[in-house]
């Protein structure tokens, strides 16, 4: 990876709401065909970080480059916006068209390019998430894990160099956790390039080929090797999140004093 | 009871279809002009210019908190006396309705539009679609949708509503019927309840479909 330029470059990150710094100079780079991980406890910024890579905030100061170009930092032109994809935790599609319809109107409207070509593309990205059969369903008739593969191909079909995926599971129902993040995992090995937030601590070490932690606006800690992180994090700030994923086990049972009476 | 012949005599029948034509043209025209003006004024009122949104503001609540009498007599009355205009009473009515009705989209439109997640600008955008790309294929189609129900709600009451314009010297359903009544006063002395009752029939006929397709459309677009 040295040497070469990465695919997504985030260059002193500042950004506040009001008086509450979120980001107090964030620098981050993503190399070509690599997942990185950002973790961090509820409130730290992650959402803000893609949001600002993507261009839906205002950045304060800093800079946000794709393979190499400067992105400004208000107005962002729509072509170098289209080379970032983004899904959000919440369901966003367009209540309005159908499966195929979510799939094909940027590449359309956007790229310019043909129906026959835009459903050719559809077609063959639905197949990969198993929903090509839904293809005329509207949005409000499938199940919220059917709806995160379908925005992952809308976002797919933009042929985007870096993907920036947001809790894309932290609004689903657990069973339909794993339906979608096999196809996050199924893109990773396809050598797509990531930067992944999630509370999915297995699905992170899993899908991880580097991790970040945030914290109170500062990359608190970086990992190359992310079962190392998992298992034995350096920082003790890294250490007290990750333990808050674990429970204690209880060591016998009580004496039920609180459910009587 | 009798009386009810006056509906079988002469022209009685097919003069009160004439009126609710003109009940009907006049309903038909101010929907046809309410809806673009509505739809640009619903837009402009989510414009981000405070001074804009202030001024629509105040127009709207204007037309909406006058009766429509009074807004009749204002147009009519006023037009010839201020502008020297001389208005048929149809054109005026026209004219109040179609302000009425594009002040009413107009608010609704504002709604349909601020109804629409925030979610959904966000993921237009990191889809590289523009900001007018945004609106014709995503936001507006949706607020569109919304708007139906409320429209099909609008347009019942205007047909209903038009029942003033007879007093601006308009011959719409109502004054056809009034005028049928007086007519006969010594012929048919019972015949106004039959007159009225038909006029009913006429209404309910014209309103009722609309409010199906009203309840249709809400339970359709409620998902
Ligand atoms: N549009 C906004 N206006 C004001 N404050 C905001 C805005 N967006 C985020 N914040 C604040 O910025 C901080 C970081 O929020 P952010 O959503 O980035 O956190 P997060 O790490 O994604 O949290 P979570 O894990 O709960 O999703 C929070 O304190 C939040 O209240
Ligand atoms: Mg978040």
Redesign the pocket.
């Known amino acids: 990876m040295s040497g070469a330029t990465p695919m997504l470059e985030l260059r002193g990150l500042r950004k506040s709401?009001?008086d509450?710094v979120?980001l107090d100079g964030i620098d981050l780079s993503v190399a070509s065909g690599e997942v990185l991980v950002v973790l961090?406890?509820?409130?730290?910024?992650?959402?803000?970080?893609?949001?600002c890579a993507v261009g839906l905030?205002p950045l304060d100061s800093g800079e946000v480059l794709v393979d190499g170009n400067l992105i400004s930092a208000t107005a962002r032109d729509a072509s170098l916006r289209q080379r970032v994809g983004m899904v959000f935790?919440s369901y966003d599609l367009f209540p309005n068209r159908t499966v195929l319809g979510n799939v094909t109107l940027s590449p359309m409207v956007v790229q310019h390019r043909s129906r026959s070509d835009a459903e050719e593309q559809a077609h063959s990205l639905l197949d990969r998430v198993g929903l090509w059969d839904k293809r005329d369903s509207y949005p409000s008739t499938l199940s919220g894990g059917q709806r995160q593969r379908v925005a992952i191909c809308r976002a797919l079909a933009m042929r985007p160099e870096v993907l920036l995926l947001?809790?894309v599971t932290?609004a689903l129902d657990p069973e339909m956790v794993r339906e979608v993040l096999d196809v996050v995992i199924d893109l990773a090995d396809g050598g797509l390039t990531m930067m992944i937030?999630t509370?999915e601590m297995r699905f992170a070490e899993a899908v991880a080929d580097r991790v970040v932690m945030?914290d109170q606006g500062h990359i608190a800690e970086t990992s190359d090797d992310p079962p190392a992180f998992f298992r034995d994090p350096a920082t003790p700030r890294a250490r007290a999140f990750l333990s808050t994923f674990d429970y204690r086990r209880r060591s016998g049972r009580a004496s039920g004093s609180l459910t009587k009476e | 009871m009798g009386g009810a012949e006056i509906l079988f005599q002469g022209e009685t029948i097919s003069r009160l279809l004439s009126g609710l034509m003109v009940t009907i043209r006049i309903s038909l025209v101010s929907v046809a002009i309410s809806i673009p003006v509505g739809v640009v004024v619903g837009i402009a009122m989510s414009s981000r210019h405070l001074l804009v949104r202030a001024v629509l503001r105040a127009i709207l609540e204007f037309v909406r908190v006058m009766p429509q009498l009074v807004l009749l007599y204002v147009v009519f009355f006023g037009s010839a006396t201020a502008f020297g205009l001389d208005l048929s009473g149809e054109a005026a009515s026209v004219i109040v309705f179609s302000l009425w009705g594009a002040a009413e989209l107009g608010d609704l439109v504002r709604g349909a539009l601020a109804s629409i997640p925030p979610i959904q600008y966000d993921s237009a955008y990191v889809l590289g679609l523009s900001r007018m790309q945004t609106f014709v294929h995503i936001i507006l189609p949706q607020a569109l949708a919304r708007l139906m129900p409320p429209t099909m709600n609008l347009v019942s009451r205007m047909v209903k509503t038009t029942s003033l314009c007879m007093l601006i010297g308009v011959v719409e359903l109502i004054r056809v019927g009034q005028q049928i009544i007086d007519f006969n006063r010594f012929q048919y002395p019972t015949g106004a309840l039959w007159v009225y009752l038909a006029i009913f029939v006429m209404y309910f006929l014209v309103c009722w479909p609309l409010s199906i397709a009203s309840r249709r459309l809400e339970r359709r677009w409620a998902a």
Request: aromatic share 4%; proline share 4%.
């Open positions: 709401f009001g509450e979120v961090g406890p509820s409130g730290c910024g992650k959402s803000t970080l893609l949001r905030e935790q947001d809790e932290a937030v509370h945030l």
